[in-house]
């Protein structure tokens, strides 16, 4: 057994997995047609870049991917275009399965920018369920030195086994993926890691090991099989699993020197640099106890969950509800009508005994069971409370935002609280105060630079004035010199002085935000960088204006003065 | 959304620790009581079974009364079981055949007072069994001091139960003295030796005390290895009573009581198994519930030792009760990935 270090909590809900990992891996019926939505990915959605009527192929672009975050779409059908909307493209099916594939590259050889782009433009994204675009996650080594790749194969919630089932298949593909995103980010050793419940899949990888070793692979691999307990394969959770490494609140493994891959991003890596096949199937687990030919399929994107579950023997009226993902994370899904996405990693098709609806909540009893199970080490009862009070300051205070709603504390819970809900709820309460808060801030620097300007445009009017006047009178006379008698010069080279600091203040911050996270929109310091500026130059003005004018006082010495 | 619960899970690995819905783990607790009342009914007659079965019906009837004024649903309060349970903890806890209105005050100050004034389950800051205990303790303490001599199933009792009255065997107050009792009015001359020389307790009390000791024992192992309650209180208060009654006894064996005394009579084992035990009033997290559990023992030696009462379970329950709040303040973890508690944020 390799060493292994401890998460806290956890628990053990069954597994259920024998369903679906019996069958082999086989490919579902070509669809006649596919809807694939522009948002299949975290971030902004794709923009179509095909109208109705356009022909493609398979591996076909149709649509690319808009701002920082987000990931082009490709057409998973050859055919002819239908439908274009706000939210997805449809395609009708012509029977050929013609492909349109790009240039395979020898990623041992080619240059990282060349790898990235690759990435870029086939649209991969995580395909563990939390769709990541790769090449942005592949961009953290331009800030942060990465050591280890973690190919996250535990696989820990119940009823899922795509990634088992992938594993068995395509054991020394999903390791060639591995090198390739290891060399990207230049990653010195990889491990795997993977929960004890999969002795085919540990085999498969151990002979595919052993097989590259023989060939000499460029990067050290390392297989860590740990105990099956729920939730080992969280990020978080699985890092500190195999490495003993803490992932700061708010950070990301990267801070920690860690990338994580699921084997089947890993694997679609492999077939976008070698076979330079765009992302337009993947694997996704049918189980369930409503339909009768459980098992994997490799699943064309945007195939209908309807069609697809009729394919393996749906029985409509022991049907429930269908769950996107595991049962302790997934969603029910509103209607079986929806189209098969690059996060669909999971359907159950759970009739009403298998997955019962939770029965009424009692109140809460303060057992601690909750608290003795969070692989965070929070606090969940009191994160209840706080979330029924809407006690937002506790809420941030007792971390809400570490919560990674693995839902154990639920899972647990003697008095059926769903609290999970109730965490995922004050979350977006809270997000959305925090946008509020920020448009109003944004909106006051917008106002500050309005005020700003016009005092500006105003000191400059005035400045045109006074030069006028004095031409007029030809004669600097002590009468102009007794206008502008008064003028504090002291005060405002102080003035300027502090306007000339908070441009460089401004322009600092500009400087280091940008730097820090290139993704942030950067209009509002801008807008502030503007407003210092504004008020700097109108400082300049006045001062030189007044430095102008001759004084019938003696001015202060400038050694007395500079502030 | 999680759409899996343990609750209704039959196929969990045994591994995993299935907890059973509120109800089902009253319902357990109330069955491993079972043993402790059969034991008690034994030796101190049916005025036992009669003061758990009188309690235990005022505990339903007064919960449901209150949430028929709290306009609150009635069955499904009522099958959680929660007031029964009160029920069953005070009626054990008074002296067998008590006076039916003794109960009912009691039960007031548990249901009433005690647990819906606060807001019903799970608001209650105190236990409510022990805020019932205490209020006839220090408001009857004729009536809470006297136990009937160990006796057989006599009915005589009952009809003073009945009639609101003490049992006449009562009366004779050496006879009902229980054996910390018993010990604690010895007198500050008397050496222990010369103590147990006397034989202050009637025939067979103090074993009897010990059988009921170890049935309590019996069902609260039941309770930990059924995991429906943490081992970590009863364990934590019985380890901090045998500590310090250890420390005291050794210190002066001639006038402090052994630790197998101070463990196998009165509350001791009843205390830490069925009543500290109790979730809502309780620290809710595992540090908090060791130094929750070692308090009520320290403060059940201490009281014993140098207090005015014989016992002390009720009173070191209370008073530990109201260190919950700051106990779950302090005791919490450092969650992953932060370098210090929630407590401790600026």
Redesign the interface.
């Known amino acids: 057994m390799p060493s292994a270090f401890d998460f806290p909590g956890g628990i053990h809900p069954p597994e259920r997995k024998q369903r679906s990992n019996q069958a082999t891996l086989i490919d579902a019926a070509l669809p006649s047609r596919v809807t694939l939505p522009l948002q299949q990915h975290s971030g902004q959605p794709a923009t179509p870049c095909v109208t109705q009527g356009d022909q493609v192929k398979v591996g076909s672009m149709i649509a690319k991917r808009e701002g920082m975050i987000s990931s082009d779409v490709h057409a998973s059908l050859s055919g002819v275009v239908t439908e274009v909307s706000a939210t997805h493209i449809s395609i009708e099916g012509d029977g050929h399965d013609t492909w349109q594939r790009l240039p395979s590259i020898d990623w041992q050889y080619e240059k990282p920018a060349v790898l990235l782009e690759r990435l870029n433009e086939s649209g991969i994204v995580g395909l563990g369920g939390a769709g990541f675009p790769t090449h942005i996650k592949a961009r953290v080594v331009e800030h942060h030195a990465i050591h280890t790749l973690v190919m996250n194969a535990a696989e820990c919630e119940p009823y899922i086994t795509a990634d088992d089932l992938t594993l068995r298949h395509y054991s020394s593909e999903v390791l060639e993926g591995a090198q390739i995103i290891a060399r990207l980010c230049g990653a010195k050793n990889i491990v795997i890691g993977i929960e004890d419940n999969k002795p085919e899949a540990i085999e498969a990888l151990k002979q595919a090991l052993s097989l590259n070793q023989a060939n000499g692979q460029p990067i050290d691999v390392e297989l860590k099989v740990i105990p099956t307990r729920y939730p080992s394969g969280g990020e978080r959770q699985l890092i500190k699993k195999l490495l003993d490494l803490n992932v700061p609140s708010g950070g990301l493994p990267a801070d920690v020197g860690v990338l994580c891959h699921n084997p089947g991003t890993l694997l679609a890596v492999l077939y976008a640099v070698r076979d330079g096949q765009p992302l337009v199937s993947r694997v996704v687990t049918l189980t369930g106890e409503a339909i009768a030919q459980p098992g994997n399929r490799w699943v064309r994107l945007g195939t209908s969950v309807r069609g697809l579950l009729e394919q393996a023997g749906l029985n409509t009226l022991a049907l429930n509800q269908v769950i996107q993902g595991g049962p302790m994370m997934g969603s029910p899904l509103l209607t079986p009508d929806t189209p098969v996405t690059k996060l669909t990693n999971c359907l159950i098709a759970a009739t009403l005994e298998e997955l019962p609806p939770a029965p009424p909540e009692s109140p809460c009893i303060r057992c601690g069971e909750c608290e003795s199970v969070c692989p965070v080490a929070l606090l969940p009862q009191q994160l209840h409370w706080y979330a029924r009070a809407e006690d937002d300051k506790q809420l941030e205070r007792y971390h809400l935002f570490d919560c990674i709603e693995c839902g154990a504390c639920s899972y647990v819970c003697p008095s059926q609280i769903a609290l999970v809900d109730d965490y995922r709820d004050a979350k977006h309460r809270l997000r959305q105060q925090r946008i509020e808060a920020t448009k109003a801030e944004h909106a006051k620097h917008r106002f500050e630079f309005r005020q700003a300007r016009i005092a500006r445009e105003e000191v400059e009017k005035q400045a045109r004035k006074e030069a006028r006047q004095a031409q007029s009178r030809r004669t600097p006379s002590s009468s102009a010199a007794a206008s502008s008698g008064e003028v504090d010069l002291r005060g405002l080279r102080i003035a300027h002085a502090a306007a000339k600091a908070s441009v460089r203040k401004a322009e600092k911050n500009l400087a280091r935000v940008a730097q820090q996270d290139p993704q942030q929109p950067l209009d509002d310091l801008e807008t502030q960088l503007a407003t210092a500026k504004e008020n700097l130059n109108a400082a300049e003005l006045q001062l030189a204006q007044a430095q102008q004018q001759p004084t019938p006082t003696p001015a202060p010495s400038p050694s007395q003065e500079s502030p | 959304?999680?759409?899996?619960?343990?609750?209704?899970?039959n196929?969990?690995?045994p591994?995993?620790?299935t907890?059973?819905?509120?109800?089902?783990?009253m319902r357990w607790v109330i069955i491993a009581t079972l043993p402790g009342i059969a034991t008690m009914s034994y030796f101190f007659g049916l005025g036992v079974l009669s003061n758990v079965v009188l309690a235990a019906a005022f505990g339903l009837a007064f919960e449901a009364a209150v949430l028929r004024l709290r306009r609150r649903p009635l069955r499904?309060t009522l099958n959680?079981s929660s007031a029964l349970l009160t029920g069953v903890l005070l009626g054990v806890s008074l002296p067998p055949a008590s006076p039916w209105w003794l109960i009912g005050v009691g039960m007031i100050a548990a249901i009433v007072v005690a647990k819906q004034l606060y807001g019903?389950?799970?608001?209650n800051p105190f236990n409510p069994a022990m805020v019932g205990y205490a209020l006839l303790l220090v408001s009857f303490p004729t009536y809470m001091t006297l136990w009937a001599p160990p006796q057989g199933l006599l009915p005589s009792g009952l009809w003073a139960q009945i009639a609101g009255r003490l049992p006449t065997a009562q009366l004779d107050s050496l006879s009902g003295a229980t054996p910390l009792d018993a010990f604690k009015h010895k007198g500050e001359a008397v050496l222990a030796s010369e103590f147990w020389a006397t034989n202050p307790l009637p025939d067979g009390a103090l074993s009897a005390w010990r059988w009921v000791a170890l049935a309590w024992l019996a069902g609260g192992l039941l309770l930990v290895f059924k995991r429906i309650i943490?081992w970590h209180i009863p364990v934590a208060m019985l380890s901090s009573m045998l500590l310090l009654a250890t420390l005291f006894y050794l210190s002066d064996p001639s006038h402090f009581a052994s630790p197998l005394f101070h463990l196998l009579t009165g509350a001791a084992l009843f205390g830490a198994f069925f009543i500290a035990t109790d979730?809502?009033s309780?620290?809710?997290?595992?540090r908090g519930?060791l130094i929750y559990g070692a308090g009520i023992g320290a403060l059940v030696i201490i009281i014993r030792t140098f207090g005015g009462y014989p016992d002390a379970v009720a009173f070191a329950v209370l008073l530990m009760n109201l260190c919950v709040p700051l106990l779950?303040i302090y005791s919490?973890?450092?969650?992953?990935?932060?370098e210090s508690p929630?407590g401790e944020?600026p």
Do not use: C, E, I, Y
């Open positions: 959304m999680s759409m899996m619960h343990a609750s209704q899970v196929d969990a690995k591994t995993g620790a907890v059973p819905p509120t109800a089902t783990l499904s959680d019903g389950l799970g608001q943490s979730p809502v309780a620290a809710s997290s595992r519930k779950d919490v973890p450092r969650p992953t990935g932060h929630p944020q």
